[in-house]
């Protein structure tokens, strides 16, 4: 009894901290942050009902209740995710396809079979398990397709959070395996991985910034309209090569794309989450890997850092090193 009400205590802590940032993200204006809150508290209603089922005997419904939060879970990482790295402030009635089967848990929640001697039980949870890791995948390729486009701080966040819930399901894992036969350790594993969790998160100020950018609250532009000039100032970078010049401004890439120079600034900042000078260095510092890459040890790196459109070396390998973790010729060794 002793080491069930300290199992309860441990999770009660990382219960509360889940319900409370949960609560306060959910009463942000920022679409990401009400996913985000969405997420904690679903996920702090499904360790809820693991807590409560070492005490008493749960009703069909709870228990499936808790099925039904597992099952929002994985949907909710990527949507985060999404809104997260792309800065879309725009919800999508289509996006309810991805919680299906957990509404069915929630509405045929009376009549589900759940006990451990059930084979639907099993083949069920099976699929949970199958369906959170499907979700995980998902969600790190969404990561892998846009972190050269984010600013490192939002990147490493996501990367935590992923590899939070990753862990969490994978304690799951082992106990419905057998692996781990001791149940109140989800509990206690989210506990401490959620506590670990709030810790970076508030250290990371970008991350937990609970406001719009007002600086653009103003903006005339819709979503959508924002959204499709944003693909076209990354195909224009993209196919006429923009940012070689290394006099590209705001105002030549709106000319290119026939809005203002304000809007793009705009764009820019909110689906790239990064200042018009830091995106055009993304892409030239991309162009200054492939060069690398492929020129041999002759070419010197001043040459490099001149054809991808920098001023001088100095800014250069300023640029490349917050990006790569590498100084440019570190990063060229890797291939000789």
């Known amino acids: 009894m002793l080491d069930a009400i300290l199992v309860s205590i441990i999770s009660g802590f990382g219960l509360g901290l889940s319900f409370f940032f949960g609560i306060l993200f959910l009463r942000n204006k920022k679409l990401s942050n009400r996913i985000l809150g969405l997420l904690l508290i679903v996920f702090a209603l499904r360790i809820t009902k693991s807590v409560l089922y070492n005490f008493v005997e749960l009703p069909l419904f709870v228990k499936n209740l808790g099925l039904a939060a597992n099952l929002a879970v994985g949907p909710l990482l990527y949507l985060y995710g999404y809104h997260l790295l792309y800065q879309n402030q725009s919800f999508k009635r289509s996006y309810l396809l991805h919680f299906i089967p957990s509404l069915s848990y929630v509405l045929f929640g009376q009549v589900i079979p759940n006990s451990d001697d059930s084979v639907f039980w099993k083949a069920s949870y099976i699929f949970i398990l199958f369906q959170s890791y499907t979700y995980l995948g998902l969600s790190i390729y969404l990561y892998l ?49 959620i506590v670990l969790l709030a810790y970076l998160g508030i250290n990371s100020k ?39 010049n290394p006099g590209l401004t ?23 989450d990064q200042n018009f000078a830091s995106y055009v260095n993304d892409y030239r510092i991309e162009e200054a890997k492939s060069l690398l890459k ?43």
Do not use: C
Not at 209 to 222: G, M, R
Not at 251 to 270: Q, W
Not at 311 to 317: D, E, P, R, V, Y
């Open 145 to 193: 397709k846009k972190m050269n486009h984010v600013q490192k701080e939002l990147k490493l966040w996501y990367v935590r959070l992923i590899f939070t819930l990753g862990l969490i399901w994978m304690t799951y894992t082992f106990i419905f395996v057998g692996i781990l036969p001791i149940y109140s350790a989800g509990p206690v594993a989210y506990s401490f991985f």
């Open 206 to 244: 970008k991350t937990f910034n609970l406001s719009l950018t007002p600086k653009y609250s103003t903006s005339s532009l819709t979503p959508e309209k924002a959204k499709a000039y944003f693909e076209k100032i990354e195909d224009v970078m993209k196919e006429r090569q923009l940012y070689l």
């Open 250 to 272: 705001v105002t030549s890439v709106a000319e290119a794309i026939g809005i203002s120079s304000r809007n793009v600034s705009e764009i820019i900042n909110k689906y790239a």
């Open 294 to 336: 492929t020129r041999g040890k002759k070419t010197k790196i001043i040459s490099v850092a001149l054809d991808v459109g920098f001023n001088n070396l100095s800014s250069f390998n300023v640029a490349f090193k917050a990006m790569t973790n590498l100084t440019p010729s570190e990063y060229r060794a890797q291939y000789d």
